[in-house]
């Protein structure tokens, strides 16, 4: 895709545009694939240089004018590929313009046009027919008249210079698209050069323990064996699925992933297996499921510890037979897919209690990914701040900002217990209070983090003795309860905020017995 912006600022450009306007009086101006207006001419304070394109965008149907007579043009030229610019004329009678199509390998990428002239030929009678038709679609008979006569008369010969002059931009245009499409790649070559030690795919990290991750996923490259990514929240196990998907043999066939903990049973099953007609009230049609959907390709499973016993059957099937039901068929279909699955919940544990089959668990974890949590790779929380910055400031359009010393001795003393999530969301909220300073203070923090650690000891109320187990479902219970009434009991809201699932947020309230409208019944 063509970058407008920068044509518009190039100064072989520029030059071109003040010649042209100079010889010819005419206004250059561009349009992309779509046929929009694209560049300068489309601001506000942009000042024509040709009183008759001035006197027509100032009609109220002025720029509707103008796209009719782009939209015949351009269509002209696709149907045309072998010319590469052509002398119209438009909406006015006996006003014509220049357009050259912008040819990019081939592809139809916009055009320029240079509107508008009149011919040397031109009678005093049909100047005055383009002045009464100006008139006549609003222009006042005083801008009419200084319209048309500074309407600039051209020969044949004129004309074929001006061509030229309008193609010799077209071909300024392609070759400097094509020489930064060129600069993008060899800036993408050298960041991947450079980066490629503490990269792998979109994960980034130098510390030893996600080196270990990256050893590993090369290793598993040409494999197609199922994969178990264990990890806490927020540590970037999706990522980790895209990685083994888009370095394997699949990485051309699709890639699908499916939150388990977001539907209950029968919503899942229709989710992963799809329906047949008339399967269900509402079932006013067959629909594929993701396993169909992702035949060829690979499956991403996340959260696959939130699924009951009969989902287990169901997907260990898939897994074993390449088979699956689809709701209210009878017949069952084949399919070829490679399943990745993702859990937070310690599934070993879950065997020992019956909640989670034995069988499954070994077919899911031939090849087993557990991710470090970020306190456990402190070397690369300063990687992912410069990661995150420069990407959170490139997307609202400013300037990379700097991080102060005292902030980034607070960003690296906090555990972050939301991992690589937390650390994104807060680098983001930084980019926005931040607003026009270039310096990120450490009064612009969470106060999570700037009270972190404060007095030497445990944060107030915080147990520091007794059962592990239970100090930590004591401390997730208040902060549940807390972001409850916070965020005025809107459970999505405080999931996004947690950093967990919204249906793993409602099987937290139901433990903790938080729901309002439960205890408001006196259930």
């Not at 919204?502 to 409208?517: E, H, T």
Request: charged share 30%.
């Amino acid at each position: 895709m063509i970058n407008w912006k920068e044509i518009s600022e190039l100064h072989v450009i520029q030059k071109l545009e003040q010649i042209i306007g100079k010889w010819f009086g005419v206004e250059l101006f561009y349009t992309n694939e779509h046929y929009k207006l694209q560049g300068k001419i489309l601001d506000k304070s942009y000042e024509f240089h040709n009183h008759f394109l001035k006197v027509q965008m100032q009609m109220n149907y002025g720029y509707e004018y103008l796209g009719q007579d782009i939209e015949k043009i351009s269509d002209l030229a696709v149907e045309m590929k072998d010319k590469k610019s052509l002398i119209f004329d438009s909406f006015f009678d006996y006003v014509k313009g220049v357009g050259s199509q912008i040819d990019s390998d081939g592809e139809f990428s916009g055009m320029v046009f240079a509107y508008p002239f009149v011919s040397d030929k031109t009678t005093k009678e049909e100047m005055q027919n383009i002045e009464s038709k100006m008139v006549e679609c609003g222009a006042s008979p005083e801008d009419a008249k200084v319209s048309v006569e500074n309407l600039q008369k051209m020969s044949e010969q004129e004309k074929e210079y001006l061509q030229e002059l309008v193609e010799l931009v077209a071909q300024e245009i392609v070759t400097f698209h094509h020489e930064i499409g060129k600069r993008e790649e060899r800036i993408l070559e050298l960041n991947s050069e450079l980066g490629q030690k503490y990269r792998y795919h979109s994960m980034i990290g130098k510390s030893k323990k996600i080196q270990q991750v990256y050893r590993l996923l090369d290793k598993i490259a040409s494999s197609e064996s199922t994969v178990l990514i264990q990890g806490e929240n927020g540590t970037g196990k999706e990522l980790v699925a895209k990685a083994v998907h888009y370095t394997s043999p699949r990485k051309d066939c699709v890639f699908l992933a499916q939150n388990c903990s977001a539907f209950n049973d029968n919503l899942l099953d229709s989710e992963l297996f799809g329906h047949v007609k008339g399967a269900f009230t509402g079932a006013v049609k067959d629909k594929k499921g993701l396993f169909e959907m992702a035949n060829g390709g690979t499956l991403f499973l996340d959260e696959i510890g939130d699924t009951s016993l009969t989902m287990q059957v169901k997907l260990l099937r898939v897994l074993q037979e390449g088979t699956f039901m689809p709701v209210g068929a009878t017949t069952p279909r084949k399919v070829n897919v490679r399943i990745i699955a993702a859990t937070n919940r310690k599934l070993k544990e879950m065997i020992s209690k019956g909640e989670f089959r034995e069988d499954l668990y070994y077919r899911i974890n031939v090849i087993n990914v557990n991710l470090p949590p970020l306190r456990e790779r402190k070397d690369d929380i300063s990687l992912l701040i410069d990661h995150f910055l420069e990407q959170r400031c490139a997307e609202m359009g400013l300037p990379t900002k700097v991080i102060s010393k005292k902030t980034m001795e607070k960003l690296l003393d906090y555990p972050w217990p939301g991992n690589v999530r937390e650390l994104e969301n807060e680098i983001e909220r930084l980019v926005v209070l931040a607003s026009d300073e270039k310096t990120i203070t450490p009064d612009m923090l969470s106060s999570r983090i700037t009270d972190f650690g404060q007095g030497g000891g445990a944060p107030h109320g915080i147990r520091t003795s007794g059962n592990l187990k239970e100090a930590l479902e004591e401390l997730e219970k208040i902060m549940i309860k807390e972001g409850l009434k916070r965020c005025n009991f809107n459970k999505s809201k405080l999931a996004k905020e947690l950093g967990i699932s919204r249906a793993g947020l409602i099987m937290k309230v139901d433990k903790y017995g938080l729901d309002k409208r439960k205890r408001a019944a006196g259930e």
